[in-house]
């Protein structure tokens, strides 16, 4: 999923009252007249950072499979095996600091 910059706006500051048309910075208006005096560069920092996370947690819900095949393997494997897979999982996808 991509992270849109509202959405980041809002991670910022989550009182924001701001607009943007079609996902461009360029466009955004502030409602509010962005009292804390975020800056298009923070926007988009913060932006990237949110991200590189959501990209983490994409690859690791399709490594991990449904919540049916997880059960599955459980069932089959036990619950140490499933715990075993996804540390490894985990491992191959960080999260960062």
């Known amino acids: 999923m991509k992270i849109n910059i ?3 706006i809002l991670t910022i500051k989550s009182n924001a ?3 943007v048309s079609g996902d461009d910075i360029n466009t955004l208006e502030w409602h509010d007249n962005n009292p ?3 800056t298009n560069q923070q926007i988009l920092t913060k932006q990237s950072e949110l991200q590189k996370l959501e990209d983490v947690y994409e690859n690791r819900r399709k490594d991990y499979g449904t919540v049916v095949s997880q059960l599955d393997e459980i ?3 036990g ?3 499933w715990k075993t897979r996804i540390a490894n999982i985990k491992q191959k996808y960080p999260k960062g600091n």
């Open 6 to 8: 509202i959405n980041t």
């Open 17 to 19: 009252q701001v607009s």
């Open 36 to 38: 804390t005096n975020i």
């Open 75 to 77: 069932y089959h494997n």
């Open 79 to 81: 619950l140490d095996s």
